[in-house]
């Protein structure tokens, strides 16, 4: 008897699903460098940390919480962060951020990022080990 194993697509591109609506939602796709860059971190945090990247999506102390509810499934700013956030869940997504595991954009400074130096700038997102 033979043992196949079939990956369950269903839950891939549901969970790719969420963190496009993660990545949309701090990104608003405004480039698909700022895109990669975010979808990378959240790979990097799970890496590191050893958390899920479901977990990691859903903590609001690394993400703002925007409500992306309203944001139409075939949006193509939208559907560019699927595929992104599908690359990265396959293991084709290269780290664009350096293994950086924290971020905020440029035109703020909270106060774990006074002492540091960020180690990536992409398109007014600065990323930190």
Known sequence: ?????????????TLAYQVARTVYSQT?????????????????????????????????TLFEL???????????AFQMCVRVAARMLSGGLPDSVFGATRFHFADSMPDWAVARGYIADVDGLLFYL
Do not use: C, F, H, P
């Open 66 to 76: 925007t409500d992306t509810a309203y944001v139409k499934a075939n949006n193509r």
């Open 1 to 13: 008897m033979q043992l196949t194993l079939i990956k369950n697509t269903d839950l891939d591109t």
């Open 28 to 60: 608003r796709a405004s480039s698909l460098s700022a895109v990669e860059a975010m979808t990378s971190m959240i790979k990097n945090i799970s890496d590191k940390t050893g958390r899920s990247i479901s977990d990691i999506i859903k903590d609001n």
